[in-house]
């Protein structure tokens, strides 16, 4: 049986405080292991690459229903509109998506961190790991029986230990505008247009603080382009209700992973996971969900095979890490086959309904709108 050892500093050491690292060592802690989590950034909550917007099931099955409800808003439809701004609202009974306060919402999760007696680590970045034994000594932060890579689409931590690393991204940009509301804040408004978003869509949304504003592209690392926020702002402003006032307060950015890594995401002591892992969807870009079951599931394992009833948890990681088969034949169609006079010509076709159910809905069927 293998046990927590007073060999090692840690049992997990946890780089990124994001969704899936929290939810990684929050699994962790519940078996009393010992959790460190590194964090680059001073405030969990600023330089975000994440539009915060979480699926029903994220709130309905995982740590994050506790979350405040002054972080939440709920958001039961989608209006989807066509590159002509023609647009049609789909919902699915007893569906919806939670916008968030997104930065106040990673403060609440840092915090959850610390209560539940994970040593968290703000302002302290993974510079360098070794293998020692059965686990790894981290610069800075010592000896631990694993180390988990849940930082992001360009992990040090698959860098540094050779595991895979991601090479097929999107690039996307958000704006904030606090205190503006929309004239239909009921909606998740997304649009279809390969002159803005080739390869993705671009995106309007009521939060709790305001609206949030982006636009994601097909990312060429050799050939990079900058999404046209500003056109699009121009393109959408009077469609969604934006006041021609309203200015940014807040802007987001970064790559989104859209394939998986090149190489494995598990070696001895070593696991990645959330976006370093690829856990997103490759089509809709969605990763929170994903991420934080992923995340609480090598968690779990490391517990349960820490105190002996479980496997290794590097089985655990490969086994429950999505493959999103069907959506990556879907991503490449987007990246092939986009157009915008089919999606104006298709906008109400019984075709188009059922990609966008297994964009936005999962299959779960929908009611169609005007």
Not at 45 to 67: C, D, N, P, S
Request: glycine share 12%; net charge positive.
């Amino acid at each position: 049986m293998e046990t927590s050892s007073t060999a090692y500093d840690w049992d997990l050491v946890v780089v990124g405080a994001s969704f899936a690292g929290a939810a990684c060592a929050l699994a962790a802690v519940q078996y009393g292991l010992r959790v460190c989590v590194l964090e680059r950034k001073a405030d969990p909550g600023a330089r975000l690459h994440t539009t915060g917007i979480i699926v029903k099931e994220a709130i309905e099955q995982t740590w994050l229903g506790r979350a405040p409800g002054e972080l939440l808003q709920r958001v039961e439809r989608v209006r989807l509109y066509a590159p002509s701004l023609r647009s049609v609202l789909l919902a699915a009974p007893g569906y919806y998506f939670m916008t968030t306060d997104t930065p106040n919402l990673l403060r609440w999760l840092a915090a959850e961190l610390r209560a539940n007696g994970v040593d968290l680590r703000l302002q302290q970045s993974f510079t360098q790991a070794r293998r020692d034994g059965d686990g790894w000594q981290v610069e800075g932060a010592g000896r631990t029986r694993y180390l988990i890579g849940a930082d992001g689409a360009t992990s040090r931590v698959a860098q540094r230990t050779g595991l895979g690393r991601v090479q097929d991204n999107l690039y996307g940009v958000e704006q904030e505008f606090a205190g503006v509301q929309l004239a239909e804040v009921g909606a998740l408004h997304c649009f279809a247009s390969k002159r803005f978003a080739p390869g993705y869509i671009g995106w309007a949304a009521q939060n709790p603080t305001g609206v949030q504003v982006g636009l994601a592209l097909r990312h060429d690392a050799a050939h990079a382009r900058q999404p046209d926020l500003d056109g699009f702002l121009q393109h959408v402003r009077d469609v969604v209700g934006l006041p021609a006032a309203a200015v940014p307060t807040a802007t987001r950015a970064g790559l989104v992973p859209c394939g998986l890594p090149d190489g494995p995401i598990t070696a001895p002591g070593v696991i990645l996971t959330g976006d370093a892992a690829g856990i997103v969807s490759p089509l809709s870009a969605g990763g929170i969900h994903s991420s934080w079951r992923h995340g609480w599931a090598i968690g779990d394992a490391a517990g349960r095979h820490l105190r002996g009833n479980g496997p290794p948890a590097e089985a655990v990681a490969r086994k429950a890490a999505p493959t999103f088969r069907r959506k990556r034949l879907l991503r490449w169609a987007m990246d092939h086959l986009q157009m915008d006079w089919p999606v104006n010509l298709a906008l109400h076709s019984s075709a188009m309904r059922r990609v966008a159910e297994q964009v936005y809905f999962h299959r779960r069927g929908m009611r169609v709108g005007a």
